[in-house]
Nanobody, 126 residues
Framework: QVQLVESGGGLVQAGGSLRLSCAAS????????MGWFRQPPGKEREFVAA????????IYADSVKGRFTITRDNALNTLYLQMNSLKPEDTAVYYC???????????????????WGQGTQVTVAS
């Protein structure tokens, strides 16, 4: 069992930055592919970024490529999402997810992930 807790969301002006964190419990974090997803108001949940167990492979949605960076610290059991040059369309609830024992590349589809956090709200004001 893995428990995931996101933090770091908030209100920011367009062009600003935020760093989201996802703290994971359990000893399986270092074996898990991890992902960030988001759900904008009134829309479906969508893929943002994913990273394999070692951090050596990362994948990004086209909408965030070059602005967001996904990283992980296996010693701290923590996943991060650095978000720069934020836009109003980045406003959403952001979720982290874990897929245990996933062979590379890390998955990008919602149904491929086993565990989810409760989400953290990011609001970007224009």
């Amino acid at each position: 069992q893995v428990q995931l807790v996101e933090s770091g969301g908030g209100l920011v002006q367009a062009g600003g930055s935020l760093r989201l964190s996802c703290a994971a419990s359990g000893r399986t974090f270092s074996r898990a592919a991890m992902g960030w997803f988001r759900q904008p108001p009134g829309k479906e949940r969508e893929f943002v970024a994913a990273i394999n167990w070692s951090g050596g492979i990362t994948i990004y949605a086209d909408s965030v490529k070059g602005r967001f960076t996904i990283t992980r610290d296996n010693a701290l059991n923590t996943l991060y999402l650095q978000m720069n040059s934020l836009k109003p369309e980045d406003t959403a609830v952001y979720y982290c997810a874990a897929d245990i024992d996933q062979a590379p590349p890390p998955p990008v589809r919602i149904y491929e992930y086993d565990y989810w956090g409760q989400g953290t709200q990011v609001t970007v004001a224009s």
